[in-house]
């Protein structure tokens, strides 16, 4: 909102998946978006979550809000009770508008669904999360913030993908290396050496102070925290990769994004999914 007393914003939305810092709250006429594409294998109309409370301020005063969801399986020509979505655009900061497919291909006009074919435990789909927001520098200078993390499994390598604007943000992911083995770990540590970009691994606490949990709205017991993170460094993309065999399928896990300043204060999160090797737990 546009608020001419100046009025800032720290929040958390826990099913839109994105929260800002109290350290830097979001100003008045400033964007938050969190963006997913969905991993469907056939389009469907997303239907409204209308149980989806906005937390906001130090004191975490309620507003309900609502977001578009993936609607559970229904039956062959089934009838559906779903209300209609609005649109398949960004809409409750939540990007519902799968990737590379036709939706007109899933929804008959009668509102029935078609059976969704089922994706082959070999191959998931890539997974593509978009942070984007704005901050106040050092400097007091205005910042626009875009991070994109992806993953995706080929035929024989995972692959991870980071960009991020500006270059100087220090970005920290739950630490998805405690799933893979010691022989891929290494591989993505040397590939982040190699690009140049720093990569630290600790708690949250470690890095970037104990006011940091309380500032994103974290609990001390939430499960993304519990193995650390990884802090890569600044730098504006990087693409790291390790192999895994063909029989090896890609499983779906939630992780944590957060984004920090040169300072090591966190801006603002959102969780997201990665894909990583389903054998490795």
Not at 223 to 244: D, E, W
Request: proline share 9%; aromatic share 6%.
């Amino acid at each position: 909102m546009n608020d001419p007393k100046g009025t800032k914003l720290p929040f958390t939305w826990e099913k839109g998946r994105i929260a800002r810092s109290t350290l830097f709250p979001l100003e008045g006429g400033s964007v938050a978006c969190s963006s997913d594409f969905i991993d469907a294998p056939a389009q469907i109309e997303p239907v409204i979550d209308p149980n989806a409370p906005i937390e906001y301020g130090i004191n975490r005063v309620v507003q309900g809000a609502v977001v578009f969801q993936k609607p559970p399986p229904t039956p062959v020509n089934g009838p559906s009770n779903n209300p209609p979505a609005i649109s398949r655009e960004s809409q409750g900061g939540i990007t519902t508008q799968p990737l590379g497919t036709d939706p007109a291909t899933s929804v008959q006009r009668d509102g029935t669904f078609n059976a969704a074919p089922r994706e082959t435990s070999e191959r998931k789909s890539p997974t593509i999360s978009i942070l984007q927001t704005s901050y106040r520098d050092a400097n007091d200078e205005k910042q626009h913030i875009r991070v994109l993390f992806s993953s995706d499994r080929t035929s024989d390598r995972f692959e991870i993908t980071i960009q991020k604007e500006p270059e100087n943000l220090v970005v920290g992911v739950s630490d998805f290396l405690k799933a893979l083995n010691k022989d891929q770990a290494a591989q993505i540590e040397s590939s982040f050496k190699e690009q140049g970009i720093q990569l630290t691994q600790g708690s949250l606490g470690t890095f970037a102070g104990p006011e940091a949990r309380e500032a994103m709205f974290l609990t001390a017991d939430d499960p993304l925290l519990s193995n650390g993170l990884l802090f890569i460094g600044t730098g504006p993309k990087l693409v790291v990769s390790y192999s895994a065999p063909p029989s090896v399928n890609a499983q779906r896990r939630q992780a944590l994004l957060i984004v920090f300043d040169a300072d090591h204060r966190p801006i603002a999160a959102k969780r997201m999914d990665i894909l990583i090797p389903e054998q490795m737990r």
